[in-house]
């Protein structure tokens, strides 16, 4: 009942270009260096790939932060650079998602520069404004602020500005038509090249109550709902739709979608013409804190997601990307007993369950958190506020850094592991971040030579997407979904119907095969070299088996 099209058959590849391959030595990956693994990209069966902002910014989040969105970050090179990766992608047959960060731009844009210099710029309006004479703003909460506050005195024009994220990322007033017509204006630019996906970054935070009423106490803790879904956010999405993204054949991706399923299909029902797919965050933030998370919830949040959505809107599949920590390290097992059967099972639940699989660079080799254990190793403005956050407020600092430990975001942004030579072949000079020193052991030139590899399992797994597209579009059936350990489904189209059944522990378990499913022909998928057949499958640690059903 899913209407076919490419971008829910394709596999999404996400590359963070910071990290990726630098090219000249500065230690800072680049588009050249893209540029130089596109037969690498190729190898892996993606059929697009995302890359992160890559526009011009002072950096304060790692691009997230935009001083101007017409041109290249000099650090990742030029537009000939970019025109060129464009042309190399499309001629393998992948095509290029870019990231839109129109919630809020850099504080160094020539928009914010004009607006704050005056209350009767033309461009005051392009932001969010409180004059102070009216007193002290309505409280709002910022993600990254040191002081977690979303308003930021300014006294050039006594009046505070309003930024949900750092204090460099002034949010863009949507409520304005100049504003919105700008915007629309840089996406056709981008589209107009080429371009064949848009990733609208935080967009569900766009609109805002201009009045800023007082919010209920302990909003924040239900942040999304009061910052998601703000009363115009729907109609900035269909004007959108009907100005830029209906004029192309191209896909768009909302980042963050309220606050369920009921919330998520406004952005992606097909008859509102809204976006194309939505990420929800439900199940990467399960098991976020110490204790981990327990299968039967992963279960049944990916289950209720599913059936939300399985007559029509669509969504993406993922278990990590550049803002949590590593998929094997937070829902696998990164012992080195169990860190490449882990690594092959989360790929084949991302790789079999309905929606586009979106895969962040390095998990296809298994990468793992690097936990730095002094705050001198990171980079990201999150953890380094966070930190300043806890100190200034006399708090606990040694359980600030376990618990960045185990959640910082620079956990996944850790260098491409390349080779067994210096930083991993990323660079030849010194790394924006540190190596992860597992690279000697854990890189791509080991894997590419060897066929058991995680590298080579996800070559495979992207190929059996690719070949069977009942692992696209087949209806998904929970089984056993009260069992702790083994996560067992199955996808049927028409008469095509397989089996998918992951030991999510690192112990052996047996798993009867219910009465009704018989396994015919050999798996598709298997990280182990074999698998016992019925009328009990004895399942070795992590074991992931797909395998076809009479
Ligand atoms: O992240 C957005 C983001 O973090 C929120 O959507 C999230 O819901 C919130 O933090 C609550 O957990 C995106 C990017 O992925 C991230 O790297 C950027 O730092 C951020 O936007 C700001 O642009
Ligand atoms: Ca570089």
């Excluded at 949900?164 to 204006?185: A, I, T």
């Excluded at 506020?385 to 618990?403: C, E, I, R």
């Excluded at 030139?445 to 070559?459: E, G, I, M, P, T």
């Excluded at 298997?526 to 698998?531: C, D, E, G, L, T």
Aim: charged share 25%.
């Amino acid at each position: 009942s899913q209407a076919e099209t490419w971008w829910k058959e394709t596999v999404v590849y996400q590359i963070y270009p910071r990290s990726f391959q630098d090219s000249n030595g500065d230690g800072v990956g680049d588009l050249k260096g893209i540029i130089s693994r596109l037969d690498y990209l190729k190898s892996l069966g993606v059929g697009a790939v995302w890359l992160n902002p890559i526009y011009a910014s002072p950096n304060d989040d790692n691009g997230y932060d935009i001083s101007d969105y017409r041109r290249i970050q000099p650090e990742f090179g030029t537009m000939q650079d970019f025109d060129a990766l464009l042309k190399g992608l499309h001629q393998r047959g992948i095509r290029l998602v870019m990231d839109m960060v129109v919630n809020h731009s850099s504080d160094e844009h020539e928009w914010f520069r004009q607006a704050r210099s005056s209350r009767t710029s033309p461009y005051r309006d392009y932001y969010h404004w409180w004059p102070a004479e009216k007193g002290k703003p309505t409280p709002r909460y910022s993600f990254f602020d040191v002081n977690s506050d979303a308003w930021k005195y300014d006294s050039l024009t006594n009046s505070y500005y309003l930024h949900y994220f750092s204090r460099k990322q002034p949010d863009l007033n949507w409520e304005n038509p100049r504003l919105r017509q700008e915007v629309y204006s840089m996406m056709r630019f981008w589209l107009d090249k080429g371009v064949d996906g848009l990733r609208m970054d935080a967009f569900q935070y766009v609109s805002k109550d201009p009045s800023f009423p007082v919010l209920p106490a302990g909003y924040e803790k239900d942040i999304i709902r009061y910052y998601g879904g703000g009363p115009h956010l729907h109609d900035y999405l269909q004007e959108m739709n009907r100005e830029v993204l209906s004029k192309y054949n191209i896909m768009s991706v909302a980042e963050g979608a309220g606050s369920g399923p009921t919330d998520a299909m406004l952005f992606v029902d097909p008859a509102r013409r809204e976006l194309d797919m939505a990420y929800h965050f439900e199940g990467v933030d399960l098991g976020s804190g110490p204790d981990g998370y327990k299968l039967t919830d992963f279960k049944r949040i990916y289950t209720r997601w599913d059936s939300a959505f399985a007559q029509r809107g669509w969504l993406a599949i993922f278990l990590a990307n550049h803002d949590v920590p590593r998929m094997v390290s937070k829902f696998g097992d990164d012992r080195p007993a169990f860190r490449d059967a882990s690594s092959k099972l989360l790929t084949t639940f991302i790789l079999t369950m309905r929606g586009t699989p979106y895969y962040f660079n390095g998990d296809e080799l298994g990468m793992t958190n690097i936990r730095f254990e002094r705050i001198e190793d990171y980079r990201d403005v999150a953890t380094l506020n966070g930190y300043q956050q806890v100190k200034n407020q006399g708090g606990d600092l040694t359980a600030f850094l376990a618990t960045a430990k185990r959640q910082a975001r620079d956990n996944c942004r850790t260098p491409f592991q390349w080779d067994a030579t210096a930083n991993a072949g990323f660079t030849t000079g010194t790394p924006w971040l540190k190596v992860n020193p597992n690279y000697r052991t854990l890189n791509q030139a080991d894997q590419n030579k060897d066929s058991n590899s995680v590298l080579n399992y996800f070559r495979k797994a992207t190929a059996t997407r690719k070949q069977h597209k009942v692992l696209v579009y087949g209806r998904y059936q929970l089984l056993d979904a009260r069992n702790p350990h083994i996560y067992a489904y199955t996808r049927t189209l028409g008469k095509e119907k397989v089996l998918v059944v992951l030991n999510f522990t690192a112990e052996q378990r047996s798993w009867p095969l219910p009465t009704g499913l018989t396994p015919s022909g050999q798996p598709w998928l298997n990280n182990y070299p074999s698998f016992m057949a019925g009328p009990t499958l004895a399942l070795q640690p992590w074991q992931a088996v797909v395998v076809p059903l009479r």
